[in-house]
């Protein structure tokens, strides 16, 4: 992933990734264009994913008390 990708927001990832889906469905882009477009998109794909995954695991990490009165947290070792 290159670092332009890793300054997005996960917002701002989807939304060019999903800008890039809309103009390689109309079909109206060139072969080079597309293949580029595709490239990008996987890239771009990959960085949600990698952002939704460790979203994921920090919410793993809350932990409730026995009686649900109150939230404990530990700290995400993201490796």
């Known amino acids: ?19 890039i889906v809309r103009k390689l469905e109309v079909g109206d882009v060139s072969l080079d264009d597309a293949i580029n477009a595709y490239a ?24 409730f008390s026995s009686d649900s009165s109150s939230v404990t947290t530990l700290p995400f070792d993201n490796e």
Not at 3 to 13: I, P, W, Y
């Open 40 to 63: 990008r998109g996987i890239e771009l794909k990959n960085q949600c994913q990698q952002r939704l995954e460790s979203a994921r695991l920090q919410v793993e990490r809350i932990q």
């Open 1 to 19: 992933m290159n670092d332009e990708a890793n300054s997005l927001t996960f917002e701002q990832a989807l939304a060019e990734l999903e800008e």
